[in-house]
């Protein structure tokens, strides 16, 4: 007489491969993520490596440019030879020229202007310029507000010969991809010489979403832009202090 075959329950064989399933699935998803995650560091770190060199060139290109004599805006003859009248400073001689001021004179005396660009880009938090005058209580600005109707940055974007200047345009016209930079010069005045100036080329580049600022000090004018270029103490945070 047959016996009957009594077999054991199977059931944990699927549950056993259920979870091997469910475990390789989240393997293989936490592996895309770590690998997701690397790609877009390494694009936002490349975005911002580039948006630096870009800003530095754009700041190099400004620097030069206005200490050597070079006609970077619509005005006719070097930059550098504008004229400013102390007791009625505006307009400035180039529309790419700013001041941090409550009236028509140049009341500031440490550069400000990138620096509320900087909190306004950041914070996405805009503020009102009137053609070259920024107001002290304008703590944060978007670059978008010093483009108006009689001033505006000057915009650079790369090219295959380096650098190219658009004497025309507003920066919303060029795109973030491809890399952009503004600049611009903010003037301060001293703080004990009334008729002694201070230069400093601000700039501003973006590539994608990476933003970068830089300032450097151009130099020091009398009364007459022009009659005495000093392209020296660039890296002193005090250009007016004396050695």
Known sequence: MLKPIHRKPQGYVLLLTVILLLALSMISIKFFSANLNDSKIAGYNRDAEESFQLAES???????GFIYDADLDPNPGP???????LDDTLPLPSPYMFIVTTSDKIEQT???????????????????VAGARVLP???????????????????????NTGLQQHKNGHWNDFSASDGKAAAWIEITRDAFQVNRLYLFAQTMAQVGKSKSYLQRYIGEYSDV????VW?????????????
């Open 137 to 159: 209580t304008e703590t944060t600005l978007l670059l978008t507000d010093l483009f108006n109707n009689t001033n505006a940055p000057l915009i650079f974007t790369p090219g």
């Open 79 to 85: 930059d550098n030879q504008g004229v400013i009248n």
């Open 58 to 64: 754009a700041l190099n290109l400004i620097y030069g």
């Open 110 to 128: 440490t550069p400000s202007i990138l620096q509320r660009i900087a909190d306004g880009e950041a914070r996405a938090s805009n503020g009102n």
């Open 225 to 228: 832009l022009g009659s005495n």
């Open 231 to 243: 392209a020296l103490t660039e890296a002193n945070p005090n250009p007016g202090a004396q050695p």
